[in-house]
């Protein structure tokens, strides 16, 4: 779809934040025209390539989105709030955010004409599931507020799409890592923490005890599978895993870390975060099928990439 010579323009909303900024700078690198449009609750335009038309306002600014959707051909919603923990804390501005910017970004759409959106939604909706690998057809069964603010919008979309003939795709992201994703002061993603508590020396803080598994999957993955999504033919309506397929406890994480830098870890064991699940793990069957997905960078070398990226980046400063 976004390969003909006409069709080039995009919309990344949150496009300043870690996938955002990631899957901007790829698309322009490709050649398209990007437009991003990010409040900067946690994005960093810094970031962006300076090819890339940048836009700081609200998703729920209708006006402001009737205007930036001009000519656009795909939108890639990845405006939200995106901590789990956070979300049990105020869930109102999860709601709002999540949800009422996600109506309000397909309702512009549906003024203003974009043929499909692309949305990244996560892994969380499954919430705690029996099959080591989860396949999209699972019951979904969210654990917190960020999780059940996913789920909705992903039904919205999908309603208000096909009733309004939008194209619409679902990517359930499991857990991205890699160069760019923040320390956010409260409730930092678990490999950023992990990095910064292992270069300081300090011990490694491991919440339960750390046979929970996860599904690590580094950036580039999940931008080759967003572009993926945005130019595929047959997948109107899908809901897509993307993940890396394999489940790795948390014990194991530290262990990868540790082998990285050459050093032995000391894991620190807190209590368990609510809201968390034992494990969480994507089947990737439809993904290959549908997007031709097949995620290339390993857990150690996403680690050793995002470790000399943390280090260049301090050492800059
Ligand atoms: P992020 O926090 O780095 O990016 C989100 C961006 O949205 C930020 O730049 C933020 O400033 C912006 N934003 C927040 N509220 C906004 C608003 N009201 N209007 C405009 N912009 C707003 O997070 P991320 O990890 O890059 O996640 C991007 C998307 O992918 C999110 O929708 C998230 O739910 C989804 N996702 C991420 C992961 C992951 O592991 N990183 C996993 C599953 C799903």
């Known amino acids: 779809m976004l390969a003909t010579v006409t069709a080039r323009k995009v919309l990344i909303t949150g496009g300043a934040g870690f996938l955002g900024a990631a899957l901007a700078n790829a698309l322009c690198e490709r050649g398209y025209i990007v437009r991003v449009l990010d409040d900067l609750s946690a994005g960093d335009p810094s970031q962006l390539s300076v090819a890339v038309h940048f836009n700081r306002g609200d998703v729920n600014d209708v006006p402001r989105l009737w205007s930036l959707l ?28 999540n949800v009422g910017g996600t109506v309000s970004l397909i309702q512009a759409v549906r003024d203003a004409g974009a043929r499909r959106i692309v949305f990244a939604s996560s892994g969380a909706v499954y919430g705690e599931q029996r099959a080591e690998r989860v396949r999209e057809d699972a019951t979904p069964n969210p654990g917190s507020p960020y999780a059940v603010s996913k789920l909705a919008a992903e039904y919205y979309i999908n309603t208000i799409g096909a009733l309004w003939g939008i194209e619409t795709v679902i990517l359930r992201i499991f857990n991205a890592y890699g160069p760019g994703q923040k320390m956010r002061p409260s409730h930092p993603p678990v490999i950023p923490a992990m990095i910064r ?9 491991v919440h339960g ?31 897509i895993n993307v993940g890396s397929g394999i489940p790795t406890a948390i014990n194991t ?65």
Not at 228 to 234: F, N
């Open 70 to 97: 001009q000519g656009v051909e795909c939108v890639f919603h990845l405006a939200a709030r995106v901590s789990v923990s956070e979300s049990i804390l105020y869930p109102r501005e999860y709601n709002a955010t």
């Open 197 to 205: 508590q292992a270069l300081g020396g300090g011990s490694i803080i």
């Open 209 to 239: 005890d750390g046979t929970q598994q996860r599904d690590f999957v580094y950036v580039d993955d999940v931008v080759e599978a967003l572009i993926a999504a945005a130019e595929a033919p047959t997948v109107n309506r899908l809901i």
């Open 253 to 317: 994480l530290v262990d990868v870390i540790g082998r990285v830098l050459g050093k032995k870890l000391t894991p620190l064991h807190v209590a368990a975060e609510s809201g968390g699940v034992s494990r969480l793990c994507a089947d990737l069957s439809r993904a290959q099928e549908r997007l031709g997905y097949c995620p290339r960078v390993s857990l150690e070398e996403g680690i050793r990439r995002t470790i000399e990226a943390t280090l260049k980046r301090e050492a800059a400063r």
